[in-house]
């Protein structure tokens, strides 16, 4: 976790409304004022990458508007984020899960709309109602990639309702051990809000924000756009488009999506792809034995649970494994059920029949990931082959997979913990990462080909 080891750091502008027109301006400004102080401490702007944050969901600003949260508005939903959720579900008498929920948003609305009533905050008003911590339970992942490498933050916020035009503000923060000599190094921020059509309209702008000549990220907090304007520009010039699959509303919809925006050549990464290491180490260790290395070859049945709701990890391990052994995807049917079930068939190079099974099982207290794995079984028909693998999670266990049966003896292991692979974390990583990832990039070409299959 980034968070207890992340150093303190020094607000050099809190959140300021400006003209969007003179954005690059007072950005410039905070640097001049900070040249020469008087105790001869210095302030220089960041120098290493350009991070966009395409952040459609509105908790953020309004938890900053009420008072509950006092970091940078970046989209990001790290421990300072998830503290002030809390502290807010407390004070409106939710159940305190640190999470966004349609509940939460309704709530927060509600008391900014009643504190503009009552006069105690205008609409684009950042004063605090009530008292907040920010430190309380850490700093935020922004503050985290702050301290590491200082950069410039672009979070892009559409809101709904009339088209108003494109509201700004600056702000800028220095980890103190990012410093040479009595300079400090300096991550900017810069937020933006307006209706979809309104960001789009001023895309040019947007990407003239951009630091020329060093990388630009984009995290796309929402399914894919590939025909959205703004969209297409920023990704035109982006070096990473990084989405989250969790997330997804319509997975096989998007993952389609991503499948169609990799054939294009687009730097694509999936968090959630992240989220499988374990897993696929797991499955290459279980065969690494030079007697189980030919028995791979007998596998023809494949069984994947996940958390009902989202597929996406279940598809990404399965095109993962067909891409490994050159598995042709010929059928993909779903047949839903309590369990969710779809069924894939897959060729052999050497013309055996494959057989892939994928449940969503229903789990009454679900992680904090949508679609998180529960277990993996593969296996074999021929039962003299030695190649029956189950993996499972910690949390779930492999009751369905030890209640299935066979005669064959399976090889049965669990996978550690996954604290290491949430969000904020994988984030973090791929933003230290470049280049495009290959492994992704073959097995979602296959995952991308088992999809299509329904509309063929």
Known sequence: MMTTDTPPLVSLQAPKDVSIDELETSLSSIWQSYSNNDDGLAATRA?????????????????????????????????????????AQKAYGLEVTGKSNPQLLTKLQEAFAQ??????????????????????????LADAIAAVNPCRIITL?????????????????????????????????????????????IGGMISELVISELPKYIWWKASPEPDYGLFKRLAAQSDSIIFDSSTFM?????????????????????????????????????????????????IDKVTIDYEKGNPAQALMFLGWVASRLKWLPVAYTSEGGDYDIRRVTFMSPDK?????????????DAGDVAGDLISIKLSS??????????????????????????????????????????TEQLLGQQLRRWGRDHLYGESMDLTYKILKLVSS
Do not use: H
Request: proline letters at 5%.
């Open 47 to 87: 120098t290493t990458f350009t991070f966009i944050v395409y952040e459609p969901e509105g908790t953020q600003q309004l938890l900053t508007a009420l008072g509950f949260y006092s970091g940078p508005i970046d989209g990001i939903a790290g421990p300072r984020t998830t503290a002030a959720i809390k502290a």
């Open 115 to 140: 504190a503009i009533e009552e006069g105690k905050l205008t609409s684009s008003d950042q004063k605090s109602l009530q008292p907040y911590p920010s430190d309380l339970e850490g700093a935020g």
């Open 250 to 298: 319509a997975p096989q919809t998007d993952l389609i999506r991503i499948g169609e925006m990799l054939e294009q050549n687009m730097p694509i990464a999936d968090l959630n792809w992240g989220r499988l290491a374990a897993w696929q180490e797991l499955t290459a260790e279980a065969f690494d034995a030079p007697e189980r290395r030919s028995a791979i070859e007998e």
């Open 352 to 364: 055996r029949t494959i057989e892939a099974e994928l449940a969503g099982v229903p789990i009454a």
């Open 381 to 422: 028909t021929n039962l003299q082959a030695d190649c029956c693998t189950v993996l499972c999670s910690e949390t779930t266990g492999c009751m369905r997979m030890e209640a299935s049966g066979g005669a064959q003896s399976c090889r049965i292991q669990q996978v550690t913990s996954l604290a290491d692979q949430n």
């Open 157 to 201: 916020c559409p809101t709904t309702g009339e088209d108003e035009g494109v509201s700004a503000q600056v702000s800028a923060y220095c980890p103190i051990n990012k410093r040479t000599q009595q300079t400090l190094i300096c991550c900017e921020y810069v937020t933006l809000r307006g209706t979809a059509a309104a960001l789009d309209r």
